[in-house]
């Protein structure tokens, strides 16, 4: 079909639209679905998810190489390999990245990918702005890993205390890298906790109650709730910050009187629900996880589910225990001290229901199991050390120290990443179409969890012998050096376990070409993400299926008889769905989300260095802004009656069942009218 020509457009309800289009030169909607050039401009919540997974896992080599650093500075008392300075700016670095570039954007990958599926959904509400929010998180992320070739990266600390962010103490533009970045980053989030909230909030499948979606649905509901309000409250303190520094403003200057426990208030108030929502997507899918394993229904459903909530709600009211020795007061202590233990009480609850799903199950201990209980055990040592903290007296002589370091790794790492890990090898069949090798990944989690305990473990003796925490040297004599060496020797532990699992990806890769296809439900599952063949088709589902129950894909293969004893009611082949997607509408690529977020680090640069640089990312934003606003809604030239998969050319002539349009139209009209609850 020429440009000249039109036709109507396909609309989700399959009827057409009767507005005709005539798009021209740059704003027809790219064409490839296949190839490099398909992830460009992709709008496909799955790809999309494993983008946020790739660039997550090489930031994760970059704060590693950060982290392996700063332990052999310290593996002996006065190390020389690296400077004050450099050793500010490695564990300042490591910090940033390890937090906003590996753990959160673990979650989001997991969030883009698996959230639509478990609701029944064919793509997020808006599939252009989910692309966005991919490109703004990694093009900050590359625009603040520049620093280190332009200058030096941030030294003031991952949370990057006033006055220390000022230009008297940090000349350079490191921290202004880490600012910028930051806001770059800060906007892919608001915009994603915005989409993820409507999709999941409109676009659930029929008999999808609030009640009856999966455990880790409701937590990205509620991490993506925690996003929404949290993200501006440190974007605020970043302009403040950036007004500070560019253009001279007084807002944490001291000297002109500022107050800088200002920027920590705004920092804290983001920085402890953001705690959470590190931790509560793991929450998700290790709630996943145990039920399969154990070959039962989570335990409580109800009470797992609001205590997430509670957890959000909660985690707004604890952000000033990080400020016990800053003078804020002994009633403003008391307060939050108190906040900071009843916190412990939804978290207790998580830990108990989920002790109580494996208690009395058939238990299978496959590698995703072994790392969901491995959180448990992790994150639970990290919360008796963490509640500890709220005792004033006893934070005020462990603030400050490695007692500290040691908190929040077995919280953040021992929580998120195990959970994390535990959930790469239970959704990898999912995504890839093949399994990663059991043994492998059962040595992966020994070596992890030996590691992990070796690294921190030492830290709170260190942290209660006196160590203070962010010095790059100690003095022989004081007992440091043997917990020291112990802790690197961990970290390097560590690092073995990640190159095991990059090295399981390709040797199960490899071996995967002689092996059988691991099936759409290898694992026996029980949400309806393993209804559908692996790796996930393009379509997700056809037909949208209507839901009964929570775990109701389970209930699709298992029953119950006279006794309560489970029996089969149907192979998993015959309810699994095997259509070609025939008739299925899908949105269409975009290159506008990537040009208007490459406008934004040229921004960055111009605000740094030179003003043209700040106009010509301005146009190239405004651009992109403007072509995606003239783009069609729709590619005039695509066929979505077609077959869409990977394997188009085996469909043709093979005998699967199809759906009339009308039912097609049916079908994702009942999706899109359901409201909430």
């Known amino acids: 079909m020429s440009l000249t020509e039109s036709r109507p457009l396909a609309l989700p309800s399959g009827e057409p639209t009767e507005v005709e289009f005539h798009p021209i030169g740059v704003f027809e909607r790219p064409k490839p679905k296949r190839g490099w050039r398909s992830w460009l401009t992709t709008v496909d919540h799955k790809k999309i998810g494993i983008m946020y997974g790739a660039a997550a896992l090489f930031f994760l080599l970059i704060a590693g190489s950060e982290a392996l650093l700063i332990r052999a500075q310290l593996w002996s008392p006065r190390g020389t390999l690296l400077s004050a300075d450099a050793y500010n700016q490695v564990y300042t670095m490591h910090g940033t990245t390890a937090v906003f570039l590996v753990v959160m954007p673990l ?7 698996l959230m639509p599926l478990q609701i029944g959904a064919r793509d997020v509400a808006f599939p252009r702005i989910n692309a966005f929010s991919f490109w703004c998180f990694l093009v900050g992320g590359i625009f603040l890993n520049t620093s280190w070739f332009l200058g030096g990266g941030a030294d003031g600390g991952w949370f990057m205390y006033a006055p220390n962010n000022g230009v008297l103490y940090s000349p350079s533009h490191g921290i202004d890298f880490w600012n910028l970045g930051l806001i770059m980053t800060g906007i892919g989030s608001l915009t994603g906790a915005i989409n993820l909230i409507v999709t999941v909030l409109n676009l659930r499948a029929p008999g999808m109650t609030l009640m009856k979606m999966p455990v880790f649905t409701w ?3 509620v991490t993506q709730f925690l996003l929404l309000f949290a993200i501006p409250v440190l974007t605020t303190a970043q302009f403040l910050l950036l007004f500070d520094r560019l253009f001279d403003a007084n807002f944490f200057n001291v000297a002109q009187g500022a107050n800088p426990l200002l920027w920590q208030h705004l920092f804290w108030i983001f920085g ?10 793991a929450f998700g ?17 109800p009470f797992i589910v609001f205590s997430g909530v509670a957890i959000g709600f909660m985690g707004w009211g604890v952000w000033a225990h990080h400020m016990f020795v800053s003078g804020i007061g002994p009633i403003s202590v008391t307060t939050f001290s108190l906040t900071t233990m009843f916190i412990a009480v939804p978290t207790g609850v998580k830990i108990l229901n989920w002790t109580a799903t494996m208690w009395g199950g058939k238990l299978r201990f496959t590698s995703p199991m072994l790392f969901s209980i491995g959180l448990i055990l992790m994150f639970t040592l990290g919360g008796l050390s963490g509640v500890s903290h709220s005792i004033a007296p006893a934070d005020t002589q462990q603030t400050d120290t490695y007692y500290i370091v040691a908190h929040f790794h077995y919280v953040l790492f021992g929580g998120a990443f195990f959970g994390f890990m535990g959930a790469l090898y239970f959704y990898w069949p999912k995504v890839f179409g093949y399994m990663l090798d059991e043994r492998i990944g059962k040595a992966n989690f020994w070596l992890l969890l030996a590691g992990f305990n070796l690294t921190f473990a030492p830290m709170h003796v260190l942290g209660l012998q006196g160590m203070s925490r962010r010095v790059y040297t100690y003095d022989a004599g004081f007992g440091f050096e043997i917990w020291n060496k112990v802790a690197t020797i961990g970290a390097f532990t560590i690092a073995a376990s990640v190159l095991l699992f990059i090295v399981n990806i390709f040797l199960s890769r490899k071996r995967a070409k002689d092996l059988p296809p691991p099936g ?9 993400e393993w209804m559908v063949p692996s790796p996930t088709p393009e379509w997700n589902f056809d037909p949208i299926p209507t839901i009964e129950r929570v775990d109701d894909f389970w209930y699709r293969k298992y029953g119950e008889d006279e006794n309560g004893n489970l029996v089969r009611i149907a192979e998993t082949d015959d309810v699994v769905q095997h259509s070609d997607g025939k008739g299925v509408h899908l949105p269409s690529p975009s290159y506008w989300p990537l040009v208007t977020a490459l ?17 010509i990312g301005g146009l190239v934003v405004v651009a992109g802004l403007y072509g995606w606003a003239m783009e069609p809604p729709d590619d005039p030239d695509a066929t979505h009656g077609e077959a869409h998969g990977p394997d188009d050319e085996t469909l043709e002539g093979a005998e699967l069942p199809t759906r009339e349009p009308a039912a097609v139209a049916a079908a994702v009209d009942e999706q899109e009218a359901e409201t909430v609850g």
């Open 520 to 528: 759409a439900d290898p694992w026996d599952a029980r949400t309806i």
């Open 285 to 301: 899918l290790v709630s996943e996880m145990l039920p399969v394993f154990s070959r039962k229904p989570i335990f409580g459903y």
């Open 219 to 221: 937590m990205t509901l």
């Open 107 to 113: 979650g989001a990958a997991f969030a883009n990918y």
């Open 599 to 615: 406008g934004l680090p040229i921004i960055g640069y111009g605000l740094l260095y030179t003003w043209w640089l700040c106009l």
């Open 272 to 281: 402890h629900p953001e705690v959470y929502l590190m931790i509560l997507p």
